[in-house]
């Protein structure tokens, strides 16, 4: 007949610690976890923009932001420039052959 957020009001002003159990909806809604930064909005070059959890520890001086991971092959260029030392014609050449 009442909410667990009721209960867990009324059991609160009678004195008795508690706490309510929340499900992964109760989560997503909580307005004190949004604002506290535990529920994010990511921005997915294909999804669009949809709410997310977000690191669990907050620090002060090492905030962490939200981002998708990349797309498949978004990277691949620049690993093989960085990492194996391609040229751009190396990277040409395996585009022509439709390695990448």
Do not use: W, Y
């Not at 929340?22 to 976890?33: E, F, K, R, Y």
């Not at 909005?41 to 990349?70: C, K, W, Y």
């Amino acid at each position: 007949q009442h909410t667990k957020q009721k209960v867990m009001e009324i059991l609160g002003e009678g004195g008795i610690p508690c706490g309510a159990v929340m499900n992964a909806i109760d989560i997503h809604n909580d307005p004190h976890l949004k604002e506290r930064g535990m529920i994010g909005t990511m921005n997915h070059p294909v999804r669009g923009s949809f709410d997310m959890p977000g690191f669990p520890v907050q620090l002060q001086d090492s905030p962490v932001e939200i981002e998708p991971a990349p797309l498949l092959g978004q990277h691949t260029k620049e690993v093989l420039e960085d990492i194996l030392g391609l040229t751009n014609e190396d990277l040409a050449e395996l585009e022509n052959e439709a390695i990448i």
